[in-house]
């Protein structure tokens, strides 16, 4: 019993005692989970981004004909899939899933691939909501500007409306990851050795569940936190320079650097009005 | 180029379009010969608007011909996005694609659509890009330019595809006064060079000085066409002389200054 005599006696004691002797297990936990949330989450977005684009396919010009069916058909069954992933919790399907597809299909999947597929099929469901309107909210004269060159539909949804389009979701595909990041916790129903499955098998192992959880909490937040930031980079980066570079003109070949009145250059021209008018009323 | 130049290039017959129950356009006949430029006038929603989408093929006509060359443009045979590609259109509201800078706007067609390398898509992007004087602007992007520039630049992006015909949708209608110049003064310059050109315009003065024909459309059907000399000092239709007289009236006296600034324009 020499090493329960090692064994700390204060609440601050065990959190510093936890992270210095199983802060691999944490690592291996929180690393589980964020290859879980990335990858379910990009797969998500392929899924969305494949049945948004289908939902979002026009059928009057053919209804009656056959592909016009299969269309519908096809319409329906997304439809229902969105509908019933949206509408029943992800730790049930993830049960489901798990256990139906061995009982059902004797498919023997490992827990983190059943996982995976859930937190993908789950993600889809939202992002495919998602993507119709970011496809809706790409204005219709640059769809009708690039048929007017003679661009097909594929060639302009590939080069002018899903870029746009995947602009415009950026923020629910960061909402997404983060709520993946969290949500994954619900996988541990299936033995998934994500972050709160880890964490629940170290409270048990020392009865300290106090001390665990709140290194848990921390980690988990780290980690959205880190990706919220990461992702308000990437879009910013996305948007491209504020300013171009003016090209050397036949003319002249001074060079010059255009600045664009952007949204903040704007606010200080508000400010700088509103400064002066003051300063006029105070004369 | 002589030998063809008297047969219609583009030939419409006995067009008609409804939306639902609504007929917008009721039995158009006209034709355009190679280097013409005709003038499309009226009131709004005369159909001017969806002529032109009709002869574009965004709109289906419900009834009546268009004729390419000779040949119906809506008959199976023929790939809508190939015809396409050969007559070109400048939009009102310029419908740039935002995500791509200048340049690529006008070399996104000539490399999907004609199966144009890079280098050569752009060396006649940057060259067409000097004709509307954006030259300096190829890195910029649509939100980046003003209105008249960007006109200008879809002016570009469609003389990239080399159309046979350019039809324009009142390409001047939605810019700043003293924007509408520069891209009036660009279009004279295509006209002067032979383009055919189908333009659908409010500018009298443009109409007047640069057209070859001028179409008066009222209610979905031409009323009366014919040299722009006569529709303006005879026309002969009693809907042409109220319109005019409507348009002399209001516009007149902001024309002058507008010429002096596209004669200003070196
Ligand atoms: N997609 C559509 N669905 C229903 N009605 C339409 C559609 N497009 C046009 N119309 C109707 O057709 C009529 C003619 O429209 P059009 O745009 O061709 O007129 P226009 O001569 O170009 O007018 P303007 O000078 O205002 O541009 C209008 O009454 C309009 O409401
Ligand atoms: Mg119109």
Redesign the pocket.
């Known amino acids: 019993m020499s090493a329960a005599a090692a064994l700390p006696s204060t609440f601050w004691g065990w959190v510093l005692y936890l992270a210095r002797t199983n802060w691999s297990m944490f690592l291996s936990g929180a690393g589980v989970t964020v290859v879980l949330a990335v990858l379910g989450t990009l797969a998500g977005c392929v899924i969305g981004f494949l049945v948004g684009m289908v939902q979002g396919i026009p059928y009057p010009a053919m209804t009656r004909s056959v592909g016009g069916i299969a269309l519908r058909a096809v319409k329906a069954v997304l439809a229902a899939y969105v509908e019933v992933f949206r509408g029943t919790p992800m730790i049930v399907q993830a049960t489901v899933i798990y256990y139906g597809s061995k009982q059902m299909f004797g498919v023997d999947m490992s827990a983190f691939v059943a996982g995976f597929v859930v937190v993908s099929i789950n993600t889809g469901a939202y992002m495919a909501e998602s993507v119709r309107g970011g496809i809706d909210s790409v204005d219709r004269g640059q769809t009708e500007a690039a048929k007017a060159i003679g661009m097909t539909h594929f060639q302009t949804m590939v080069s002018i409306v899903l870029p746009q389009a995947f602009r415009n979701i950026m923020p629910q595909v960061g909402n997404n990851l983060i709520i993946n990041i969290k949500d994954t916790s619900v996988l541990n129903v299936i033995s998934v050795s994500e972050l709160f499955f880890t964490s629940k098998s170290l409270a048990g192992t020392y009865y300290q569940y106090f001390p665990t959880y709140l290194i848990t909490c921390v980690i988990y937040f780290v980690m959205t936190f880190a990706c919220s930031r990461l992702l308000r980079w990437y879009e910013r980066k996305l948007d491209g320079p504020t300013s171009f570079e003016l090209a050397d003109g036949a003319a002249d070949g001074e060079k010059a650097r255009v600045k664009v009145p952007g949204r903040t250059s704007r606010a200080l021209e508000l400010l700088n009005g509103k400064d002066n008018s003051k300063r006029r009323a105070m004369r | 180029m002589n030998t063809v130049m008297n047969t219609p290039v583009v030939e419409v017959d006995k067009l008609r379009k409804s939306?639902?129950k609504?007929e917008?356009l009721s039995g158009i006949d006209f034709s355009v010969e190679r280097g013409e430029v005709v003038c499309v006038i009226?009131s709004?929603?005369?159909?001017?608007?969806?002529?032109l989408r009709c002869i574009n093929m965004l709109e289906t006509p419900s009834s009546g011909e268009i004729r390419f060359d000779g040949s119906r443009v809506d008959s199976g045979r023929c790939r809508a996005s190939d015809y396409r590609a050969k007559v070109g259109m400048v939009f009102q509201q310029f419908n740039l694609f935002n995500n791509l800078s200048v340049l690529d706007n006008c070399v996104i067609g000539p490399m999907k659509v004609h199966g144009r390398k890079r280098p050569e898509a752009e060396e006649a992007a940057r060259a067409l890009l000097a004709k509307v004087g954006m030259d300096r602007y190829v890195n910029a992007k649509p939100h980046q330019i003003s209105g008249g520039q960007k006109q200008r630049v879809a002016i570009a992006r469609a003389l990239a595809m080399e159309p046979e015909v350019l039809l324009f949708d009142?390409p001047t209608s939605a810019l700043d006064p003293e924007m509408v110049g520069e891209v009036l003064a660009v279009m004279r310059d295509l006209a002067g060079e032979g383009l055919t050109m189908i333009v659908?315009t409010h500018e009298m003065a443009f109409a007047r000085d640069v057209s070859t024909r001028v179409v008066f459309?009222d209610k979905g059907v031409i009323a009366e066409e014919g040299a722009p000399e006569d529709i303006f000092d005879h026309p002969s239709n009693e809907r042409t002389c109220e319109f005019l007289a409507r348009f002399l009236e209001d516009e007149l006296p902001a024309e002058e200054p507008r010429d002096k600034a596209m004669g200003a324009r070196p």
Do not use: C, H, P, R
């Open positions: 939306f639902g609504v917008v009226g709004s929603g005369s159909g001017k608007s969806t002529l009142e659908v459309m």
